[in-house]
């Protein structure tokens, strides 16, 4: 299963590819350049296949606990002042994610949707102390009774050029749905409650929709 927003990617990659083969297959005489050439064509084409593929996740709902939005690795866990929308010291916990991983954005809490904001920036690698306040980024917050309010910020890194958020205010979010895309390596920051029990360590691997990232 494919992610809508790979759908037209896909498909010019494939067409880039059927060409290739057909057009190296005429012109090309030299054997082994030709396998070389089309094993390459044949690569880029799983790789891309690969980066947008959707997979099915359980999620086990649950508005007392923070999932992981998005698969990666954790790299950072530390008390920040988060100075866009809480304006208070906030825990954050961020998840990094490489061009191998599912770059689906889920939501990590379900509730109502309070915060939606785009800000145009940089493209500073995604694990850059100053990415999460200058890079290309999204901000949303949502908030329900048990948990109270989260924020997670969508942050592009140095080969992501687009962020798709499809998070808007006085949206129902539902924990564990599809809340966006973020194309070709990239970040997502969590900004927790202080007194929330985190249940990630640094460097540990997190599937989106399915780890538990906090519990109140």
């Known amino acids: 299963m494919f992610h809508k927003e790979g759908h037209k990617i896909i498909l010019i990659t494939f067409l880039i590819v059927i060409a290739g083969t057909l057009l ?7 054997a082994w350049l030709r396998m070389l050439i089309m094993l390459t064509l044949l690569v880029f084409l799983v790789l891309i296949l690969q980066f947008f593929r959707n997979p099915k996740r359980r999620t ?11 698969d990666g690795k954790v790299v950072v866990i530390e008390e920040v002042f988060e100075k866009e929308y809480f304006k208070e010291k906030r825990l954050q916990v961020s998840v990094f994610m490489s061009p191998i991983n599912v770059h689906v954005t889920r939501y990590p809490i379900g509730g109502n949707v309070l915060f939606s904001k785009y800000h145009p920036g940089k493209y500073l690698v995604a694990w850059h102390p100053k990415a999460s306040e200058e890079n290309e980024r999204t901000t949303i917050v949502v908030e329900n009774q048990s948990y109270g309010k989260v924020l997670y910020r969508q942050i592009a890194g140095a080969l992501a050029k687009r962020i798709v958020n499809y998070a808007k205010v006085d949206d129902k979010a539902i924990q564990g749905a599809d809340a966006g895309f973020i194309k070709f390596g990239s970040r997502v920051d969590l900004f927790l409650p202080l007194d929330t029990n985190i249940k990630v360590e640094l460097n540990q691997k997190v599937r989106g929709g399915e780890t538990v990232i906090a519990q109140k």
């Open 60 to 70: 086990i709902l649950n508005e007392e606990q923070v999932i992981s939005p998005v």
């Open 24 to 30: 190296t297959d005429y012109f090309v005489s030299i």
